[in-house]
């Protein structure tokens, strides 16, 4: 038995083809780097603030689980750290169990990332409805900007689990003894890197922002709470935070932040492929790379990690290649701590808490948020309670909540449909003229049934797989319901085929689907474009019209 598992438990470790990537370059992978650790300077500060354990965890967990999970992870584009998701998550079990039950989650939950990668569990996240991961965000955001409200207003935290009330009491202390000066900088800070990511976003206005927050506060002399020394360099590890009596209580927890870490890299790894050209992430060895780096993580203090989606952002965006670029992220952080702590520890707390009140404004992607609340009323109806919940209750909790009804609400539609059946079309289904154009690299796909989001994905892996082929006609008059997952998996498959060069052409839309088609930007750019048909011979004869023009035996030539 065991002999049959070595191969598999090879395959979750770096190979030679990692390596390789590494040569592909080098100069844009190390400036990649460079830009993400400026921009993930205050995010690690601010976020090892609000979770309860200080800037020194923020900056550890972005070192060591940044450098590890670029090493190990399964993508070659994705930065790990300290997140807004996790720090929700983490601020109860510290005021619970204190720091040591923080690192003790971390380290639990790290065994439970490593079991869940040697079980090949990172398959199945996939079916994660886009309304749940929209409303899942937008709720984050929520919370995240409710937990600055105190650094914010320069009022110490008050006490208590839920956010919504712990703010609430942090204005009824500001309101009994106004102090403008925190306010005024966190105000500052979330101003200027809004108005400057829409002015120049190539610019780290993040760490502009609170640079010139640092200045104003100390040669102005503000009575405002700052970091604080910040020892130069890493701890030692050490295990004597864990107390093992308490394991049993802190399970539940380690499970909620495993399950949180593996969705939100797992998104964020799916984010970076759609960003990207001809990436495509290994979803176990993800689960593997995050696994050991929150296991390893809470050694040197630093708080339970995942895949940040806004720095995997700029590292793309920088032109990243490899892994190499989130290494070299870890490594300028290495080089801060090690040789600028003292400047860092100026940094006024309100200047990190406008940072994160930023961040959790750009968390919010609004167009997207309207389009799916337009789109069907399920969806709608699932993104505001994912939200709703978020708030309310947990995240674990309110992703499995929203999961359940997605779920109950798909199968509704499924039921509803006349027909559910998936039918590749083959030759015998062909018409003779279809036959023909087969050998003039034209292929139609009949899509069956319903293209929710548990099947949507399916069909992305079979369309994207296609070869041979210079037009894709996909006859859409059988799909028996369509959801916002579904339109979106659609949009990425005819993006893919285009991208390599496929003309794809669209028949026989239904006039109930045209709606989310068109509110998701699917069908709208293609009609435009002349290529969306009532019925497939319209679409045959362009295409056969396409093939016999000049220009494109031209093409073909060349």
């Not at 895949?307 to 490594?331: D, E, Q, W, Y």
């Not at 979106?488 to 088609?517: F, M, N, Q, W, Y």
Request: aromatic share 4%; hydrophobic share 55%; proline share 5%.
């Amino acid at each position: 038995m065991a002999g049959l598992r070595l191969p598999e438990l090879r395959s979750l470790l770096p190979g030679r083809e990692d390596l390789r990537t590494l040569t592909r370059a080098p100069r844009r992978d190390l400036t990649a780097g460079l830009t993400v650790a400026i921009v993930a300077l205050p995010l690690a500060l601010g976020f090892g603030i609000s979770s309860g354990l200080g800037a020194e965890a923020g900056l550890v967990t972005a070192i060591v689980a940044g450098a590890l999970a670029a090493i190990f992870g399964g993508s070659n584009l994705q930065v790990s750290g300290p997140t807004g998701a996790m720090t929700v998550v983490l601020v109860p079990i510290m005021a619970t169990h204190g720091a040591g039950g923080v690192l003790t989650v971390g380290l639990l939950a790290g065994l439970l990332l490593l079991l869940l990668a040697v079980a090949r569990a990172g398959r199945y996240m996939r079916y994660v409805p886009t309304p749940v991961v929209e409303g899942f965000t937008l709720g984050i955001a929520g919370v995240i900007a409710l937990q600055q409200i105190p650094a914010a207003l320069g009022v110490a935290t008050p006490e208590g689990e839920k956010v919504a009330v712990v703010a609430a009491k942090a204005v009824a202390d500001f309101a009994g003894n106004p102090s403008w000066p925190s306010i005024a900088i966190a105000a500052g800070v979330a101003a200027l890197m809004l108005a400057g990511a829409r002015w120049r976003p190539s610019i780290p206005f993040s760490l502009v922002a609170v640079a010139v927050a640092t200045l104003v506060s100390h040669f102005a002399q503000l009575p405002v709470a700052r970091i604080g020394a910040l020892p130069a360099g890493l701890p030692a590890p050490s295990l004597d935070f864990l107390d093992l009596s308490a394991l049993g209580a802190l399970a539940p927890s380690a499970v909620a932040v495993a399950a949180l870490a593996a969705l939100e890299s797992l998104l964020s790894a799916t984010v970076a492929d759609a960003m990207s050209v001809n990436e495509r992430h290994d979803p176990d060895r993800e689960l593997f790379g995050q696994g050991l780096a929150n296991l390893v993580t809470p050694l040197f203090g630093g708080v339970p990690a995942t895949a940040a989606i806004a720095r995997t952002a700029v590292n793309v965006r920088a032109g990243a290649k490899s892994r190499l670029a989130a290494f070299t992220h870890a490594m300028v952080l290495a080089v801060i701590v090690f040789a600028a702590a003292p400047l860092v520890a100026a940094i006024p707390i309100a200047a990190l808490a406008g940072v994160l009140l930023a961040t959790a404004v750009r968390m919010v992607e609004a167009g997207s948020v309207r389009a799916l609340l337009r789109s069907t009323r399920r969806d709608a109806l699932v993104l505001v309670l994912t939200a709703a919940a978020t708030l309310i209750l947990d995240l674990v909790t309110a992703v499995i909540l929203g999961l359940v009804v997605a779920g109950a609400l798909a199968l509704r539609a499924i039921a509803k449909a006349a027909r559910v059946e998936e039918v590749a079309l083959d030759h015998a289904d062909h018409a003779a003229e279809e036959r023909a154009l087969l050998d003039e690299h034209i292929v139609a796909f009949r899509l069956d049934g319903p293209l929710v989001f548990a099947a949507a994905h399916q069909f992305l892996l079979e369309l994207s797989e296609v070869a041979d082929v210079r037009v894709v006609i996909l006859r859409m008059s059988r799909v028996s319901a369509i959801d916002a997952t579904g339109a979106l998996v659609l949009r990425d498959a005819i993006e893919r085929l285009e991208h390599r060069g496929i003309t794809v052409l669209v028949s026989g839309i239904k006039p109930g689907h045209e709606k989310v088609l068109d509110e998701l930007g699917v069908a709208d750019r293609l009609r435009a474009e002349g290529r969306v048909f009532p019925d497939t011979p319209h679409a045959i004869a362009f295409a056969h019209a396409l093939l016999t023009s000049p220009s494109s035996q031209e093409g073909a030539k060349q």
